[in-house]
């Protein structure tokens, strides 16, 4: 019992290390071991170093070229890169001018694309359509249960979940409508009108990514032509910053 006594942590003495004595204190502080540490490890990759910039001076190709050797030059013993001749504010403005002019061709011809999916598919079948609902009224629970949806419309069971150009049964018996009976046929034509439908949405995210982009260029040229202005709204990734300016009278 006596020995687990002595086992016990909170019985237990807190070693510190010794600290400097006061005969001693003019030559500073005493150096722990953690100070040690830091002293020892700055001293290693000091040494690793050099040691790698010494073996990489040895082993360097003379006849080496790169092409930042004449990309840059030496300011005050350091490497520093050359700068190019920037644009004049009139070359700036021509480039953000015809930037302007490329977007909005592209924008204006999937525009077009678009009126044109529009035409093909009438938008029947679109995910983002709104579905309308069909209300049936019975008089009792029991004509509830035994409601059957094909009967009461008199057409094929096939047909049901098309919410357009469901013919009748008289029809498909007097007139030949090709592939309305068939349900390979029809599972192909509405697995091929939910690809046209999914493109159509990808030309329209498309079509307002470009309006923005333009409008963003539109904005940083209008800023390089006027100088006092005021932020008022941020720019956003589906939103152009917008700034308010001064108003100038034209002569």
């Given at each position: 019992m006596s020995s687990f006594r002595k086992a016990l942590k909170s019985r237990q003495r807190n070693h510190h290390e010794r600290s400097q004595l006061g005969f001693r204190k003019n030559m500073g502080l005493l150096e722990k071991k953690k100070d040690y540490k830091l002293r020892a490890d700055d001293y290693h990759k000091k040494q690793n170093t050099l040691s790698a910039l010494r073996k990489k001076a040895l082993e360097k190709n003379p006849d080496e070229f790169y092409f930042n050797m004449i990309s840059s030059k030496l300011e005050d013993g350091v490497h520093t890169m050359k700068t190019t001749e920037e644009m004049t504010e009139e070359q700036k403005?021509?480039?953000?001018?015809?930037?302007?002019?490329?977007?909005?061709?592209?924008?204006?011809?999937?525009?077009?694309?678009?009126?044109?999916?529009?035409?093909?598919?009438?938008?029947?079948?679109?995910?983002?359509?709104?579905?309308?609902?069909?209300?049936?009224?019975?008089?009792?629970?029991?004509?509830?249960?035994?409601?059957?949806?094909?009967?009461?419309?008199?057409?094929?069971?096939?047909?049901?979940?098309?919410?357009?150009?469901?013919?009748?049964?008289?029809?498909?018996?007097?007139?030949?409508?090709?592939?309305?009976?068939?349900?390979e046929i029809i599972k192909k034509m509405a697995r091929q009108r939910r690809h046209q439908y999914k493109i159509l949405s990808q030309r329209i995210d498309r079509e307002k990514k470009m309006f923005v982009i333009s409008q963003k260029i539109q904005t940083r040229k209008d800023l390089q032509d006027k100088n006092k202005k005021v932020k008022v709204k941020n720019e956003t990734v589906y939103s152009a910053a917008i700034y308010k300016f001064d108003s100038k009278r034209k002569r």
């Open positions: 403005k021509v480039m953000r001018s015809q930037d302007i002019k490329y977007v909005e061709m592209k924008r204006v011809a999937e525009a077009k694309k678009i009126e044109k999916l529009k035409g093909e598919l009438h938008l029947l079948d679109a995910e983002s359509k709104q579905r309308s609902k069909h209300t049936f009224f019975v008089d009792s629970k029991k004509e509830v249960e035994s409601f059957d949806l094909a009967s009461h419309l008199n057409t094929a069971p096939e047909l049901l979940d098309r919410a357009y150009n469901r013919p009748t049964l008289q029809t498909l018996e007097t007139k030949s409508i090709k592939g309305a009976v068939q349900p």
